[in-house]
């Protein structure tokens, strides 16, 4: 059973001949029979007027203008927006907030297709649809007659698209401005930054604000997250059209760009001017790489399957392979992740940091050590060859500690698995 009904009446137009405010009070109180003892959330989307012709003459009338239909209407939830756009992601932030997924949409039969488009664009796999045809009780269909759209052409779902993007893009900032965190060490040649959570429009708590990572586990639906990204390269200076992100596989395998690209990787070099490369991070390490003399970077995500899998020198040895860097000239700067006061693995995984090196291990002798995948992280980076001075890991923001400061930054150990995504990301300029 449906834990919510959304009934289609956008753009509704009815069939005159037996009086359609009748028959449309019909229709809802068959709907409302059906569901209302088990839904959580029942809604009307509606414009704030129907259409009703009857010899060829239009006649509007306002849904709350019958009797009926206005004590009827009391049952419902009623989102009345100018656009499609706007009414679904309103409809979505309701069922957001009750936590609900599984949804039926009772929608005239001419509009399945058109309303399945918008939803692929605004939902994610979390939610499971159900359609319903929009009927009446009896024999005789009280909708004036339409063609059925079983396929949305090419042109239509670029309309609905920029419907989407158009809306979203008015949306006010939530959680305060955008704010990008940098670092004095990379030169101007390059645009670069980390990102926070504050100055985007995702609204889920675990993601709200500047969220920027979409998938079907989440409830934030690509169309969001490529609003804040827009937002994003506004702000830095980059093209939104070449942007790059890792497909994070926790391993060591580097995309370098202009060859044939990996399934996944935790790594990307480019020496392609006005090319934006980036690396996720809510608790890993979202690492960023400059060479200012061979004028080339890259990015890697590091968690801690992959700093013990050395994906940062993995970068590294990359950069001099493909653009004839030298170590002493590539700078390494690593973003905000976990810090060892919240981040825990097994004993037998935390042996293998203090293999790695002690300190980067606390109370080794309890079942679950604490990990310092900052500090692995640089004596990793040292050990193969970038000099100290070179590599920036402790200083103001770029320091803090994902977990601790629920303020600042997203965190998988903070938040559990619908949790939010920042990112550092790196170009050359053009």
Not at 48 to 68: M, Q, R, T, V, Y
Not at 228 to 247: E, P
Not at 277 to 304: E, N, Q, R, S, Y
Request: with cysteine; proline share 4%; aromatic share 8%.
């Amino acid at each position: 059973m449906a834990e919510a009904v959304v009934i289609d009446l956008f753009d509704l137009k009815l069939n005159a001949q037996k009086n359609c405010h009748q028959r449309l009070l019909k229709a809802l109180n068959a709907v409302k029979f059906h569901h209302a003892a088990k839904a959580k959330f029942l809604c009307i989307i509606c414009c704030s007027s129907i259409s009703c012709e009857k010899n060829g003459e239009h006649d509007n009338f306002e849904l709350e203008a019958s009797n009926g239909l206005s004590i009827l209407l009391r049952e419902f939830e009623t989102v009345n927006n100018p656009s499609m756009a706007a009414s679904l992601y309103t409809i979505k932030q309701k069922i957001d907030e009750k936590n609900l997924s599984s949804i039926k949409i009772v929608v005239p039969l001419h509009r399945k297709a058109l309303m399945k488009a918008f939803i692929d664009h605004l939902f994610t796999d979390v939610y499971d649809f159900e359609f319903e045809d929009l009927q009446m009780t009896s024999k005789e269909s009280f909708l004036k007659q339409s063609p059925e759209v079983n396929m949305i052409t090419a042109q239509k779902l670029e309309e609905i698209q920029n419907e989407i993007e158009t809306y979203l893009s008015s949306l006010p900032a939530l959680k305060g401005e955008l704010t990008i965190i940098t670092s004095p060490l990379i030169p101007d040649i390059f645009t670069h930054g980390f990102t926070t959570r504050t100055g985007g429009i995702s609204y889920i708590p675990t993601l709200s604000s500047f969220n920027l990572f979409s998938s079907s586990k989440r409830r934030d639906p690509k169309a969001v997250v490529q609003e804040n990204l827009r937002r994003l390269a506004n702000t830095a200076g980059f093209n939104v059209k070449k942007f790059y992100r890792i497909k994070t596989d926790h391993a060591n395998a580097v995309w370098i760009m202009g060859r044939k690209e990996p399934a996944s990787y935790d790594g990307i070099t480019t020496n392609q001017r006005g090319v934006t490369i980036a690396a996720l991070g809510a608790d890993c390490i979202p690492i960023v790489f400059a060479d200012p003399v061979k004028k080339a970077c890259g990015v890697a995500h590091a968690g801690w399957k992959g700093t013990l899998l050395g994906v940062a020198m993995a970068t590294v040895h990359a950069m001099i392979t493909e653009y004839g860097c030298r170590l002493e000239d590539i700078i390494v700067v690593l973003g905000p992740s976990v810090g060892p006061c919240c981040f825990t693995l097994p004993r037998e995984l935390a042996n293998e940091f203090h293999n790695l090196h002690p300190a980067c291990v606390r109370m080794l002798d309890s079942p679950n050590p604490y990990i310092d995948i900052r500090k692995a992280t640089r004596i990793l980076l040292e050990r193969g060859g970038i000099l100290p001075h070179n590599i920036q890991d402790q200083n103001q923001d770029l320091s803090l500690c994902t977990s601790c400061h629920p303020d600042k930054f997203f965190s998988h150990v903070r938040d559990g698995v619908n949790f939010g995504t920042q990112i550092g990301f790196i170009s050359l300029r053009e």
